[in-house]
């Protein structure tokens, strides 16, 4: 089986990562040469021999065409994701699965932009990639049952736990994390208890890996406020309007691990200290 990447940032280059970890050809691209340069670096180290495995793609037809399963995994914007998928549809056949890596938007709304929906579906991953077992497949009105078979195959030969969903906003995981990382939030900004101690109580409650801040510093402020928007706008429940805070610190460019500075400071990629003046 061959796959093609669309996307080359974070989520892109760890969902190449495990492909060909996993033995699978894969060709990533990405419109940004340097982001795609340096996921050829990163995955040249981490990859070992399988990096013979992995093709850089000159666009998106190059990377489609000779693909049996083709994974978007564009930036959490909905025009950004139509774009990428009526690319890739133009040079699939209708016996290509596609899937979006989407963690809050409608598939049933990205089918739109694919010819042939009942190849389409979401594969959505978390990060780290390689170190996370869990994968959301989500299946829209007109998924068929082979496509969710075939990604549900495809998972469990890239070592990971799927679970298939329904199309709903936010899906299961993304409909639980938003809510419950908007209201660590709103306990910082209420003087409920401190960054640190909130996500204590999770950790050490709740036996949680890591923290709901911790976690949202992971994501990436900005993925975690494009998140609460589409949640927010799909559903209007109160809880999922991004927080205040949330707002001004990727207004501040302070987007978490990615910038050194979200609620924790980073350094060479390790959380040092809570952040002054959240």
Do not use: W
């Not at 981490?46 to 998106?60: H, P």
């Amino acid at each position: 089986m061959n796959i093609g990447v669309i996307g080359a940032g974070t989520m892109g280059r760890g969902i190449a990562e495990v492909a060909a970890i996993a033995g699978f050809h894969t060709a990533i691209f990405d419109t940004d040469g340097g982001v795609l340069d340096s996921a050829i670096d990163h995955l040249d180290s981490t990859t070992g021999e399988n990096i013979r495995l992995i093709r850089r793609a000159d666009s998106i037809q190059d990377a489609t065409e000779r693909s049996d399963v083709v994974i978007e995994a564009v930036t959490e914007l909905i025009a950004a994701k139509a774009d990428v998928l009526q690319a890739v549809v133009e040079s699939a056949t209708d016996s290509t699965t596609v899937c979006s890596n989407t963690s809050t938007i409608s598939i049933d709304r990205l089918a739109e932009h694919v010819s042939f929906p009942h190849n389409f579906l979401g594969m959505h991953f978390f990060n780290p990639v390689r170190r996370m077992r869990l994968v959301e497949i989500v299946q829209g009105s007109a998924t068929s049952d082979t496509a969710v078979q075939t990604v549900v195959n495809l998972a469990h030969q890239m070592d990971k736990t799927p679970i298939v969903v329904m199309d709903s906003p936010g899906f299961a995981s993304s409909r639980l994390g938003v809510a419950l990382g908007n209201e660590a939030m709103r306990m910082v900004e209420q003087g409920v208890a401190s960054i640190e101690d909130i996500d204590t109580a999770m950790r050490l409650g709740y036996n949680h890996p890591m923290g709901p801040l911790e976690l949202a510093d992971l994501v990436g402020l900005d993925a975690r406020l494009n998140n609460s928007r589409s949640m927010y706008e799909a559903l209007g429940d109160e809880q999922f309007r991004p927080p205040e805070m949330l707002l001004r610190l990727v207004a501040e460019g302070r987007l978490g691990r990615k910038t050194s500075r979200g609620f924790y400071l980073y350094e060479d990629g390790k959380k040092t200290k809570m952040s002054e003046g959240v």
